[in-house]
DNA sequence: GAAATTTTTGCAACCGGTTGCAAAAAACAT
DNA sequence: ATGTTTTTTGCAACCGGTTGCAAAAATTTC
């Protein structure tokens, strides 16, 4: 069918090394052949399989993209970088849609068989456990916006969710709220718990009151809108923050139909700050996750460990910072 | 490093033949060897390569996903359900970000070195050339959201971008509008100028004036609230047909900061019914494209080529069909 | 129980590349 | 021109599976 490195190798009058080796990096062959190589493959139209290559130096250059939440826009960002990122080093990523299915198991047995070089899991909704489960297995992995952890057995790349929410906190107080609300993500979701004790802490240290604490139940704008639902019912508070800035697009849509008027009668601020949240229908101050950061970081990160299997695990941090927009009411001087 | 074939054959003191045969659907082994064999592998946690079996069998499992557009949520939802279908019938996708990178014949390329099974591209604004490409290079191809032809020379899943264009006609007339703006996708997109043939074509028939054509210069939110900026400047129309929710999105926002009110002083509709449409924030009354059947179908169709390649080019169209919310003023009677 | 038939098994070649090693060729030194 | 060093080349084994074929084993038939 396609044409293979014997018939390049006839043609050119040359060895089958010497076509691998005119392929293959920093390998050894002269101008000469090289030339007369290139001719052969070019008339014939030859591209070398990977797929051979990769059963004889076993590597693939495809890397396992692990995400479980396909309902939040800003997973779509997520994607685009990825894809770009990894084709630039020449690597593709193998998409894998956790949907439902928790088991880690299944999916490291499905990326074991396919040899991918490397995995990122993309997620801060999987539990640490998760990427363990590769780490075990041998194979290099990174856990994007994971939790962070002070001696971590495995390389994550992330934001210090604590501190993002005790930002929350202070915005709040600085645009003098008294009695707020917390709507966070999934409380099964390290972030969310994270997010939700960093603005609980700080919350208590400079007096800001929070009366009301409420997880949604998932990173998504039905979850948003269904939570402020409830949270309206008795409403005993001037501003929410919202653990996620889609779950608070849902919440504001409640508050809105409920005949409420933002920042006026009710504030809120979001996070992540996804493309989204600076449409004029929300125009949200937000807390900005340097989303692009902590991707083009994560695929260095499983890059380099491509060449240094053992390099020691690391935690890479970025700061985030507040998006003031028009959802919490201006500060008066 | 990982167990192969020779030493689970080894254990349970079979050939590599047997071995190979426990794993592969539909070969021939006794009951007792492929007992042993089992207990063999799950001891040792061995679990085939597919890279090798790929190389022998000349399958990869793998099925080329090709996707242009990063920035309209819809993407996802494809994604989501393109990501399930496939892995549903064992197979994977492999992801390629086209960007801006409009040469067919690098991705052929790209494609060709990782052997897949088969190509799905996913998007209404590539020329049909693109598909060609893999279709030249005996790869097969399916172009989902592709521009239907009447002697198609590949296999097309989709809607009938003109009908529904008369579609949005006939809607606007149903609401008693006059005087119509049509703001499209990219004049370069298929979809885009079929929705423009078939709204111009009828409105003309059922005396709908349209006083304004414009294309956006992208499927994105941006983009429409630019248009719709420039369509503002000179309102002569009560509604606007978009030819896709997102811009929609953006055009309501940009006559919004005007103080327009919808639909009281103007009235959109969109296309698509992306989950977003059914946000409050919008509410949009669009034309629902069947987004699912048109994935599921189109994996369907490529999963069939891979047992018989030489399949007579097919198109399936499926029908389109308005969904009524809050952006047109209500039908009096 | 022997012969005929069917099923199971192992051998060995193959898929399309890479790579260590030694021989051949080229380049350099004297 | 000869000997030494460096570069290039081809051979052959290998990566981890699959599969056609013939022999061996199991099953059926009479």
Redesign the interface.
């Known amino acids: 069918?396609?044409i293979t490195l014997k018939e390049v190798a006839e043609r050119a009058g040359v060895s089958r090394s010497a076509v691998s080796r005119t392929f293959t990096q920093g390998a050894s062959v002269s101008a000469k052949t090289r030339k007369k190589v290139e001719k052969a493959a070019r008339d014939l139209g030859y591209?070398?399989?990977?797929?051979?290559r990769?059963?004889a130096t076993?590597r693939?250059k495809l890397i396992g993209l692990i995400a479980n939440n396909?309902?939040?826009?800003v997973?779509?960002?997520v994607?685009?970088l990825y894809?770009?990122a990894l084709?630039e080093r020449n690597l593709?990523?193998?998409?894998?849609?956790l949907?439902d299915q928790t088991d880690p198991s299944a999916s490291v047995?499905l990326l074991?068989?396919?040899?991918v070089d490397g995995v990122i899991v993309a997620s801060s909704t999987l539990p640490p456990l998760f990427a363990h489960a590769f780490k075990e297995a041998?194979v290099p992995v990174v856990h994007a916006f994971g939790r962070f952890a002070s001696t971590p057995d495995i390389h994550i790349v992330g934001i210090d969710n604590e501190h993002c929410g005790a930002l929350a906190a202070e915005t709040l107080q600085k645009h003098r709220y008294k009695r707020v609300a917390f709507l966070g993500g999934p409380q099964s979701a390290t972030s969310a718990q994270d997010r939700a004790t960093g603005f609980i802490r700080r919350a208590k240290e400079i007096g800001l009151e929070i009366v009301e604490i409420l997880y949604a139940d998932a990173y998504a704008?039905d979850s948003g809108?269904r939570a402020m639902g409830k949270l309206l019912q008795d409403r005993r508070f001037e501003a929410v923050f919202c653990g996620d800035d889609l779950i608070c697009?849902g919440a504001?849509?409640?508050a809105?139909?409920r005949g409420l008027s933002i920042p006026k009668d009710i504030g809120f601020i979001g996070f992540n700050d996804m493309?989204?949240a600076a449409?004029?229908?929300?125009s949200l101050t937000t807390i900005r996750q340097p989303t692009s950061e902590i991707i083009l970081s994560s695929v260095d990160l499983v890059v380099s460990m491509l060449d240094t299997p053992g390099r020691a695990p690391e935690v890479r941090l970025f700061p985030c910072s507040v998006v003031e927009r028009s959802t919490l009411k201006p500060i008066e001087n």
Chains 1, 2 share one sequence.
């Open positions: 069918m396609a591209s070398p399989s990977l797929i051979a990769s059963l076993n693939t396909f309902q939040n826009p997973f779509l960002e994607f685009d894809t770009r084709q593709r990523p193998l998409l894998v849609n949907t047995q074991k068989q396919y040899s041998q704008y809108q697009m504001m849509d409640a809105r139909d493309n989204m449409w004029q229908a929300y």
